[in-house]
């Protein structure tokens, strides 16, 4: 599937700053599919890069044309016969395009890049041009927890905020003792990082939110932080992570 492009706007907020948004945009929301009683999910993702990091770098030296690609699930694990997702994100600015193919009954063997299989030549395409010039391998993974809401009339809309943000090594498993460890968070627990996404231009009320409470585009990429956290950037991934 390769989504429409559309625009990302992302924030980081202060709980207390999502408590007042939510009550101010309640109105022109519903919760998102796939959430739970509270519109929550969690999202663990493990990325790609070239053995020299090529991705990390390109976003630290500011090009503005720049892809990453990750396989997803919305679970705390990879485990066997679940639902997964290979994504490839290519970034224009605040412009994204999303390429995404379903994994429909994962394995653990599709966490290599040489058993990706695609149903369509278009995105056998898009994810081969990828692997090939990068020689991609396993990176960092990360893991958090997603509030997740779509526009009631604009269907186009997402509003989500991300919190408990952790990196992972690739094959890392989520266990208790990970979880505990503050060395592995991305980002101070009194903070969310807000994004909003739109298909067809960003709705009135949501910028009038962000006008409201004074917000500034900033955020922590979460792939990049997970790099530099778990001190992946001072490696050559094939040859720790072979």
Known sequence: MIRPLRQELKYLVHYSVRELLLERWRRYLRRAPFTDERAMTPILSQYYDSPTLSFYEEKLEGIA???????????????????????????????????????????????????????????????????????????????????????????????????????????????????????????????QILEVKANNGIPRWVTEGVVAAELTQKTIPKYITAVEVLGMDKMTLSGVYA
């Not at 490839?88 to 599709?110: N, Q, S, T």
């Open 65 to 191: 044309l720049r892809n990453k690609i990750r396989l997803r699930v919305y679970a705390q694990t990879f485990s066997a016969g679940q639902t997964a997702f290979l994504e490839i994100k290519h970034r224009e600015g605040d412009l994204v395009r999303k390429y995404r193919e379903l994994v429909p009954d994962f394995e653990p063997a599709h966490l290599d890049p040489a058993t990706w299989k695609f149903k369509t030549a278009t995105m056998e395409s898009a994810f081969r041009t990828l692997l090939e010039r990068y020689r991609l391998c396993l990176s960092a993974q990360t893991y958090y927890q997603r509030e997740a809401y779509e526009g009631l009339v604009e269907s186009d809309v997402r509003v989500t905020f991300d919190s408990n943000l952790i990196g992972l090594h690739p094959g890392e498993r989520l266990q208790r003792q990970v979880m505990l460890d503050r060395s592995r968070s991305l980002m101070p627990d009194t903070l």
